[in-house]
């Protein structure tokens, strides 16, 4: 168990948590990497490095700012070896604090954080028994952020998430589940409160419990309505961001408002980011079948977006996913029953959201083969 009495007399001299000024500075670089400007943020790491040179937040900065650099970030992202380098510094660093402290709530939350990333990363592509290792090994450190997560509110970010995906994550993927009877239970609700009281209280976690929170409530919950407000946040505040552009045009694009989607979708026109050309031609593609009810340029777009998305093997496979969709709707229409059913199954085949795969099951069904 957790001893509180050194925590209390400890606390005061805590490098990062207890000073306002240093949370400050790490803020406002925070501010730079969210908002995608890497140049400002690198300058404010260099500012952080100075007053904390061997602190385990100077490498999570860095982490960051790389991956924002090309958001989603997956194994096959150019720059994935840079970013996880940052993460084993960040792991380093923090070991070292807590090989001196034990229990060093510093330590343990920048070292769950780096192996949680590493987690989803492998779990995302499929590797397994890598994504088991370092859920093992942030789940240790976890079980000190359950007894420091009403001192230090920076430990809602990664205990909410830790109660809602302990029990959504092997509902959705099964083959999980045997390995998980040495993890405690989760609890759904708890986590969503957590990940909300996050998104008010944290300092360092604030964005990307937003993010996350917003993630679950668009694909897990299919709650657009609560996600909303989280979206519409993130936007606001950091308008240079075309990720959260994109998690906002799919939230209008779900509640079937298109005159709203239309002008975030034509933001995204001349990205040069080819992700974010997908993006704005699978739901450009949407906005004239359903919208417009142009059929053949909707089916253009919809070819476009798959033109681009061959080049990714796990990346975009949402967006790939709805391209799917839309032709097998559009040639359903036509009356070409072979072919909408083989773009229907590919829908399927692509993507685990529960939306696309009702959606395709039905129009199947439709087909009546």
């Not at 140049?39 to 960051?64: C, R």
């Not at 708890?190 to 976690?205: C, E, P, R």
């Not at 079937?256 to 593609?285: E, H, Q, R, W």
Request: hydrophobic share 40%; with cysteine.
């Amino acid at each position: 168990m957790f001893c509180f009495s050194w925590l209390d007399s400890y606390s005061q001299r805590l490098p990062l948590f207890n000073n306002k000024e240093r949370i400050a500075l790490v803020k406002k670089g925070g501010n730079y990497i969210y908002n995608m400007q890497p140049d400002s943020a690198k300058i404010i790491i260099e500012q952080v490095k100075v007053i904390l040179p061997n602190h385990p937040v100077v490498p999570m900065m860095e982490a960051l700012n790389i991956a924002w650099t090309e958001m989603p970030i997956y194994s096959s992202s150019k720059i994935f070896n840079s970013h996880i380098s940052a993460l084993d510094r960040v792991i380093e660093l923090s070991e070292n604090l807590q090989d001196k402290v034990n229990n060093h709530p510093e330590g343990v939350f920048f070292e769950m954080s780096a192996r949680g990333l590493k987690a989803e990363y492998y779990a995302k592509e499929g590797s397994y028994m890598k994504s088991l290792s370092e859920a093992r090994k942030m789940y240790s450190l976890l079980k000190q952020g359950f007894d420091l997560v009403d001192k230090y509110p920076e430990f809602l970010f990664p205990i909410g998430l830790y109660n809602y995906f302990r029990e959504k994550y092997p509902e959705r993927h099964p083959i999980y589940k045997p390995f998980l009877w040495v993890f405690k239970s989760g609890d759904i609700e708890k986590g969503l409160l957590q990940l909300d009281n996050a998104t008010k209280v944290g300092v360092l976690t604030k964005i990307e419990a937003n993010l996350y929170i917003s993630y679950i409530y668009l694909r897990y919950e299919k709650n657009t309505s609560v996600a909303k407000k989280y979206l519409i946040s993130l936007v606001d505040e950091y308008p240079n961001n075309t990720y959260f552009k994109s998690k906002l045009i799919e939230y209008f694009m779900l509640k079937k408002n298109y005159d709203k989607a239309l002008p975030l979708i034509n933001s995204l026109k001349n990205n040069t980011d080819d992700y974010y050309k997908m993006c704005n031609y699978v739901f450009y593609g949407t906005y004239l079948e359903k919208s417009q009810l142009e059929m053949k340029n909707a089916q253009l777009y919809y070819e476009k977006t798959l033109e681009l998305g061959n080049q990714y093997a796990l990346k975009a496979s949402y967006f790939k996913s709805l391209a799917n969709i839309g032709l097998g709707r559009v040639h359903a229409l036509r009356g070409i029953k072979t072919l909408a059913f083989e773009y229907f199954e590919k829908a399927i085949e692509i993507d685990d959201n529960d939306l696309i795969i009702k959606e395709a099951e039905e129009g199947i069904l439709k087909l009546d083969l």
